[in-house]
């Protein structure tokens, strides 16, 4: 609930900061990365499938929904991370002013998105906000006399506009290399969102970016870490088969193809091959014909 209320969170696009520097969830590193996506957004899925609570479906959609808006490149895989840095400055992208926000939304509804979002004229961090919810919504319907459904709608428009004025800012740079891995934890939390909220879209998401790596990323039968610009490189490491192998294994339970389970007991008998200490027993990071 802190994370999905605090800064960490970003209430705008979706998405989840790397980290927060502080208890209350409100200062994040503004950096976002790949594997914290996959990870945070698989978390909030389980919230909702034990509690039934919406807002964790809904955190969870928004956080994938980012993803495939801001992190998937035109062949179907994903980039690995946001800076938090825009124009020299971290986290300018990100946060706003009281005046900003009145002038892009008008009195009333900007007063009534300031109240709830914790935006205040001083500002929370160096002199702007960092959006963050303090408040329950029936707190904040009641102290400006409209109904929650009033407010809920109220918000989803602003926060349309705003997104909208922060696109034409200087955004944060991109790292726009694609790693095994993180992909297919990504994959993983795509496939599980496909079952759990019934959207296929999920699904075929996965299904592109499983593709293109066992495509793209194998080289003589060997799976490989990393891709940029039309070259694959550097052979995979322990997590790549480990977590491509679970990624595989969902896609197979979330579309009941049966190539993906096919593939998944492949990758993971050449990680036994390659990894496994005969000797002491666990797994080695490297293979065994690694540097």
């Not at 807002?55 to 994938?64: G, P």
């Not at 986290?91 to 009333?108: D, F, Q």
């Not at 944060?172 to 990504?186: E, V």
């Not at 592109?208 to 495509?215: E, K, N, R, S, V």
């Amino acid at each position: 609930d802190k994370m999905a209320n605090g800064g960490i969170y970003d209430h705008l696009a979706g998405g989840i900061a790397r980290y927060s520097t502080d208890p209350n969830w409100l200062v994040p590193h503004f950096e976002k990365m790949l594997y914290d996506q996959a990870l945070v957004s698989g978390v909030y899925l389980e919230a909702f499938q034990v509690t039934g609570n919406r807002r964790y479906a809904e955190v969870a959609s928004q956080i994938l929904n980012c993803v495939l808006a801001d992190m998937k490149s035109t062949e179907g895989v994903f980039y690995s991370a946001w800076d938090a840095d825009s124009e020299g400055v971290e986290g300018k992208y990100y946060v706003w002013t009281k005046p900003e926000i009145m002038a892009a939304l008008g009195e009333h509804e900007g007063e009534v998105f300031c109240s709830y979002y914790d935006v205040t004229e001083e500002g929370n961090w160096e002199d702007a906000n960092i959006l963050n919810v303090q408040r329950a919504p029936e707190v904040v319907a009641r102290l400006h006399g409209i109904t929650e459904t009033h407010l809920e709608e109220m918000l989803r428009r602003a926060r349309e506009k705003l997104l909208l004025v922060r696109t034409r800012r200087v955004p944060p740079a991109l790292d726009d290399k694609t790693l095994t891995a993180w992909n297919a934890l990504m994959i993983t939390s795509l496939a599980r969102a496909a079952g759990v909220l019934g959207e296929q879209r999920y699904a075929d998401a996965a299904s592109a970016a499983a593709d293109f790596i066992l495509t793209h990323l194998i080289d003589d039968g060997r799976l490989l870490r990393t891709y940029r610009n039309g070259r694959a490189h550097t052979r995979a490491y322990l997590d790549d088969y480990a977590f491509l192998v679970e990624a595989l294994l969902e896609l197979h339970q979330a579309t009941f193809d049966w190539r993906w389970f096919e593939r998944a007991i492949q990758l993971n008998d050449e990680m036994l091959r390659l990894f496994w200490d005969d000797r002491d027993g666990a797994f080695y990071f490297t293979a065994s014909d690694g540097e």
